[in-house]
């Protein structure tokens, strides 16, 4: 099985083979280089040059996030045949996040806000309603190559349903002392670290044949900002992120499919914030942002898991072709969660060790609600 796996994993940093994989190789080293720029940047600049640079840098990352987000979505329209349907509602989503995240970061007013929030959120409804006409018609599965039973079609939707549930309970229990809702500045952010991880999702270092890749820490900026925030805005902050992967890497062949690998697994990375209000941990915060990615990358390995289970079984075969258990296959598909995300941990606890990190951190935290 694991052999198979292998076999079929591309390696996009240096595949070149088509305009698509053209643009996913310039994306990785592009990207790398920019994170080296910003680093050596923030290392030269002092004192108020470099909240200038800070917030420039974090301006262009939202800039790039999207153009990237815009190419790629065309050039899967253009090549891999995406339907009209599914392609003019993402496209408009993105320039909708593009131009509000922008908003925001030069206009901070209630209004405003408010606008943008309802903006984004008209949007996203465009693309859902367009998503479950599509995916709901059958055509997705046809196209692929599977039939998902009438058994499989109800434990999809009932496992969507029961980890939807998990994550608000989670939300209720470690969010209870969050207070206030989406402020200008936490929906500048929320903007800022979601264009972050979309563009750090760019510098793969291998992905899957049916979907699912290991990045260099794309998940961190996100954890961070539901460290910062809190759980509730974490979990909607993933959601949003969640629906860009499907714009990335899609791979949906049925509307609750969809909701598993997409916004609900990335949903469940918003949790990674639930110690950070652990006053027994407060010298640990290395130990309070490991405990929260372990917590959300189990939660996003289950979303994946049912996924796979119930909606990839047709692909379930080991090495030699024989067809095997589907929960062993997506057991052992998925696991690439835990490798991404013991990058993120590494990278992170790196991070929190840094007292002016933490210290930057606790300010934020501190101005959250205000």
Known sequence: ???NLLSDI????ILFDSPINVLRGVAFWLTIALAVAFT?????ANGDLRKKCARIWLIGAVIYACMLGVAFLWLTFSEDGIVTILFVPLLILILTVLVGAITLNFIRTKPVVIGVIC???AALLAVLVCMGVYYGSGNAEDVNGVEITVTENAALYICTILLLLTVCALCLIFGKEEKGGFTSKSVAFAGICIAMSFA?????ILKLPQGGSITVASLLPLMIYSYIFGVKKGVFAGAIYGLLQAIQD??????????????????????AGLFAKVKALDNLPQVKFALGAIVASVLRYLAHIFSGVFAF??????GAGNAISPWIYSLGYNSFVFIDIAIVIVAGVIIFSSKSFNSQINKTVATSVK
């Open 250 to 271: 899609p791979w949906i062949i049925h509307p609750a499919q969809f909701l598993l690998d997409y916004p609900v697994a990335f949903a469940c990375i918003g949790v």
């Open 10 to 13: 591309v390696w996009y940093p």
């Open 119 to 121: 903006a984004i959120c």
């Open 1 to 3: 099985m694991y052999y």
């Open 313 to 318: 079984s047709e692909y379930a075969y080991d």
């Open 40 to 44: 050596v940047n923030m290392l030269l």
């Open 200 to 204: 750090l999702s760019y510098i793969r």
